[in-house]
């Protein structure tokens, strides 16, 4: 396992067996602290505000609010917590550095990838 320095995550994602196994992965890792879960990029930004998370991971491709859109209402909050978004399919976005996002992971190499993007920075 990486090591990784304590680190307090939110993880964001609308399919529940997808959140559940990425969450049970990450508590192999005893510097990590799930503090909160969510199903789509509303409530992800209520849980940022509330818990002040180090870390949110969370998905592109959610209901109400998609993971790009939440991202950057997030960092216009808290400048100070890493997003970390993730997507079966590379968003196509013209310009990366007008998205507020600390790192993009396709979601097919999120389980081998995210340890080593928990890392400080």
């Not at 005893?30 to 969370?58: C, H, T, Y």
């Not at 993730?86 to 389980?111: A, H, T």
Request: glycine fraction near 2%; charged fraction near 30%; hydrophobic fraction near 45%.
């Amino acid at each position: 396992m990486e090591r990784v320095r304590n680190v307090s995550i939110v993880v964001v994602d609308d399919h529940r067996r997808f959140r559940q196994s990425l969450i049970s992965f990450l508590r192999q890792v005893p510097a990590v602290e799930i503090l909160g879960e969510a199903a789509d990029g509303q409530e992800a930004e209520e849980l940022a505000l509330k818990l002040s998370p180090d870390v949110v991971i969370m998905d592109i491709k959610m209901p109400r609010r998609n993971g790009i859109e939440a991202a950057t209402r997030i960092k216009n909050q808290d400048r100070s917590v890493r997003v970390i978004l993730y997507s079966m399919d590379e968003p196509v976005i013209s310009d990366w550095s007008e998205v507020k996002v600390d790192r993009f992971i396709p979601k097919q190499r999120l389980f081998e990838e995210i340890l080593p993007a928990l890392r400080p920075q």
